[in-house]
T-cell receptor, first 109, second 118 residues
Framework: DAKTTQPNSMESNEEEPVHLPCNHSTISGTDYIHWYRQLPSQGPEYVIHGLTSNVNNRMASLAIAEDRKSSTLILHRATLRDAAVYYCILMGGAQKLVFGQGTRLTINP | NAGVTQTPKFQVLKTGQSMTLQCAQDMNHEYMSWYRQDPGMGLRLIHYSVGAGITDQGEVPNGYNVSRSTTEDFPLRLLSAAPSQTSVYFC?????????????????FGPGTRLTVL
């Protein structure tokens, strides 16, 4: 399975934008980039996904590099409720999600 | 829809005991899976199923059994509990196999079962 690399932790302030990076240099042409997040004491929840083009939804934006070897999850105005572990996952031919350790995001009031 | 439900929420077992963790979904999803999450770690796949009657092993299957007799239910059985199986267990489901191309399906996770084996 193609691997992703994320920083272990990041910190930001409430109501400021947050950019969470993910490197995936071995991504294949058919792999989709998915982001999930896990709030404290809860199961993971879907955030956003994309293939080549940048994507927006009500939760976040996903910016994908032109060579697809990296991507960035953007939270436009972080709130305290966005404090979570964020996972960047590649989904392609394998019949399973592979979760790394993710990035623990702390939001300061 | 209730989504993905798991029971029990908490369980304490003694070494050697067996038990079944229950998982059910009411979204008519074909794909279901079980993960474990140890403290400070990401999720690791135990077993998965692409439909009723079909199951396969994930990354860490030893010590666990699964079966899928209906679309809705996917129980996870611990055969003889060991302290190394102390973990939080998550069940997940999706409409289709996440490995299919295009891989656009999203996974829905249950709230988890916190298991302690003494």
């Amino acid at each position: 399975d193609a691997k992703t690399t994320q920083p272990n932790s990041m910190e930001s302030n409430e109501e400021e934008p947050v950019h969470l990076p993910c490197n995936h240099s071995t991504i294949s042409g058919t792999d989709y980039i998915h982001w999930y997040r896990q709030l404290p004491s809860q199961g993971p929840e879907y955030v956003i996904h994309g293939l080549t083009s940048n994507v927006n939804n009500r939760m976040a934006s996903l910016a994908i590099a032109e060579d697809r070897k990296s991507s960035t999850l953007i939270l436009h105005r972080a709130t305290l409720r966005d404090a979570a572990v964020y996972y960047c996952i590649l989904m392609g031919g394998a019949q399973k999600l592979v979760f790394g350790q993710g990035t623990r995001l702390t939001i300061n009031p | 829809n209730a989504g993905v439900t798991q029971t029990p929420k908490f369980q304490v077992l003694k070494t050697g005991q067996s038990m079944t963790l229950q998982c059910a979904q009411d979204m008519n999803h074909e794909y279901m899976s079980w993960y474990r999450q140890d403290p400070g770690m990401g999720l690791r796949l135990i077993h998965y199923s692409v439909g009723a009657g079909i199951t396969d092993q994930g990354e860490v299957p030893n010590g666990y059994n699964v079966s899928r007799s209906t679309t809705e239910d996917f129980p996870l059985r611990l055969l003889s509990a060991a302290p190394s199986q102390t973990s939080v267990y998550f069940c997940a489901s999706s409409y289709s196999n996440p490995g299919q191309t295009p891989s656009t399906d999203t996974q829905y996770f249950g709230p988890g079962t916190r298991l302690t084996v003494l």
